[in-house]
């Protein structure tokens, strides 16, 4: 009984990006069950499959690849894109993955230039986010929109993507869509 309520105070705590590991954890416990998920928890938590989408690099020269998008984003009449994240991220992983839905890559596509940052722990790279204002990365992934000029346009909301891989889909294609660059509001 004290695991369960532990567990059910952490998920409380963590919020839904925690209930497959918590979930298992009770799972794992004897004679204790897993609390059951509502419907839109399992149809989020399901829709996000990172597989083996791993597009962090940690050899990549990240300010070259910054700077090489942004002339692209200047001729190209759109918004560089830069996700920090890490491969061990299954946020970052799952954010990633999203990118290649049809819908969404599509919106990737003709709205930005996107450009992964390996952040490794927080601990790499950190120049980037510093390059546009953003001091410290409170975890991972850390998205940054920028404009072909190096205006940073999403300030306000860079944090919010650490549970990235339980946001409904159609909450992030609408963010994405928003931002776009190449005047398609």
């Not at 004679?31 to 499959?49: I, R, W």
């Not at 722990?121 to 991972?140: H, I, K, P, Q």
């Not at 404009?147 to 994405?176: C, I, Q």
Request: overall charge negative.
């Amino acid at each position: 009984m004290v695991l369960k309520l532990l567990v059910v105070f952490g998920l409380a705590l963590c919020g839904s990006a925690c209930v497959k590991d918590a979930t298992a954890l009770l799972a794992a416990a004897p004679n204790v069950s897993a609390p059951a998920l509502g419907k839109d928890a399992q149809e989020d938590h399901g829709a996000h499959h990172d597989g083996d989408v791993r597009p962090f690099n940690e050899s990549r020269d990240a300010m070259a690849d910054v700077d090489a998008a942004l002339e692209r984003a200047r001729h190209g009449g759109r918004n560089a894109l830069l996700i920090l994240g890490g491969n061990w991220c299954h946020d970052s992983r799952g954010l990633a993955a999203d990118f290649e839905r049809p819908e969404l890559s599509e919106v990737i596509a003709a709205g930005y230039e996107l450009v992964f940052v390996d952040v490794g722990y927080r601990d790499r790279n950190l120049d980037v986010a510093a390059r546009f204002g953003v001091m410290e990365l409170y975890g991972t992934p850390t998205v940054l929109i920028v404009s072909p000029a190096g205006a940073l346009l999403n300030r306000e909301s860079v944090h919010d993507w650490r549970t990235a891989a339980s946001k409904p889909y159609a909450d992030t294609l609408d963010y994405f869509r928003r931002y776009r660059g190449g005047g398609q509001g």
